[in-house]
């Protein structure tokens, strides 16, 4: 769901080789490297078994013909952030930013929303200043060519693109605070900056290039990665096996950067910091693809074919690739070159696999070139699917971010995404399942809690009821203790699962496993239910003072384990835990994740809740859904 997959099959697919020139293009005689290049070839640390599954040739890498003797080029420093945690600390998280080239679909809006819940969890446990930036890729020859075939101009297509994503992720509260757009300015001036320094420190040269050129994909591609295919009237045409896009023979005058001299700090890099790419299949992925050959990277292209786009500074003939121009948007966001030292590298990434090579490869090694370090995490998720199938215009499946929210709420769909999608693999949409989930989950199990705990039957006086550690006392160990009050061992589970829950939900978003965080909040409520049930308050007597202190005791427990829920659900459904905590009467300034605490009465400490009046019933938490007859959300026509 990202700038790349939103060409529909514009990125680099996998291939079991290493890069290969392109049939018929001239390979150049290379002079000698530098000596401190010439080392023996690195080894992949446990991940051999993987390489030649997952390796791939990128299409925006280009085949010299003719290499100049290159520069020396010293590996910068890198700078580290002032910690990689603790409280006080700054820290930047990053959506891609979308192409400019359709409308949003909820790929693009999954990626938005797995950077809000960790920008969001991380305000609420009090970590630190920061921030959250997302935008729009504006400029190259797709978007060129869709707005003369509009009959618009690429600025007027790119305004236009650009509000339906910033109305879209308005819409699901995504919490941004910087909407970069490519187009603007600052961001020029930051690439234009970017460049010069590359160009200073010696990792740039001009070369002379031809091969299998895709337009669609915006980068030539090597004949392994090609195929023929027969049209309508009979005539041959050569076409990318992975995006069926037409290639044509070309030859171009661009300039290069030295990616082959960064392959040793990149591989020093990633082992140095294991943690830098999550989850673990993705940072192998990436240390595999550090043992094939780095060829030197295009990074420009003839302006005569590409006007839409950042003139390379100082040579009118060529345009910067729209991929570094691109990439630099998390500096421009930060001020570069000014104030982004405020900032950088303090940077989480969140990107989609199709784009990982451009943000684990090509990014750590431009930043190294231009004196910069490395970013400091890029979390990488993999992509949805629609009833088993890859999202396609073609095939009319495109799932609209905005007709999700109408039918599921914007709560109820972020909950969906979040709780079901896994960054490991690909994951499916279809609307019965939609409706199953947030049935079972949102509206019967939180949603009928919450309703069953206030009930005026239940709780008459709309209060948060005392607790009694006569009826629930604290035990050492309550698998080896008889009872002593009114509790059972399963009572006594509850207790220590709730308690373990924010350390537990920290620890997975911590990980990048917002779904696993979701998944143990879940469990959690179906077990509370099972309390509530269990206990059966409605049937206890209110007027039999006994009878009644273990009724306000089962209530209390009750409203304490959804005051937990309320509190840790806030990232991922911000407005139905803003409904439920007001109805326990919890204040805004009682919500931070940082100071939550679990049952205090049962731990002999004062509760602030106790015999505090609940908030107004403002109704049902969230409203079930009707089954649908349609089979899929259509995309909205532009």
Partial sequence: GLRAAARHGAAPGPTSHRPRRPHGARAASRTPAPHWLSRPRPICPRARPLCLAVSMVPPSLWFPLAMPRPALLLPPPLRRAS?????GRRLLLSTP???ANGPPHIGHLYSALLADALHRHRGLRGAGPGRLSTGTDEHGL???QAAAAAGTSPPELCARISALFHQAFTQAAISFTDFIRTSEPRHCQAVCHFWAALQERGALYKGSYEGWYCTAEEGFLPESQLTERVDAQGNIHKVSMESGHEVHWTKEENYMFKLSAFQDPLQKWLRNNPRAISPEPFYQRVLCWLVEDLPDLSISRERSRLQWGIPVPSDSTQTIYVWVDALVNYLSVLGYPETHGEWWPAVHHVVGKDILKFHAVYWPALLMAAGLSPPERIFVHSHWTVRGQKMSKSLGNVIDPFACNERYTVDGFRYFLLRQGVPERDCDYYDEKVVKVLNSELADALGGLLNRSTAPGINPSNTYPCFSETCFPKVVDYRET???????AEDYELVVSV??????????FEDFQIYKALECIALCVRQTNGFFQRHRPWKLDRKDPTEKMWLDTIIHVTLECLRVYGTLLQPVIPHIADKLLSRLAVEPEERKISSLTFLPRYNGKPCPFEGR???PDTGILFHRLEKSSQHQ?????L
């Fill in 613 to 615: 009046q609940l908030g």
């Fill in 97 to 99: 930013i979308f192409y």
């Fill in 83 to 87: 910690s990689t945690a603790g409280p």
């Fill in 482 to 488: 008889e009872a002593l009050g009114r509790a059972a």
């Fill in 142 to 144: 797709k978007i060129q």
């Fill in 499 to 508: 308690a373990s829950l924010p350390l537990q939900v920290a620890s997975y």
């Fill in 633 to 637: 959300i259509e995309n909205k026509k």
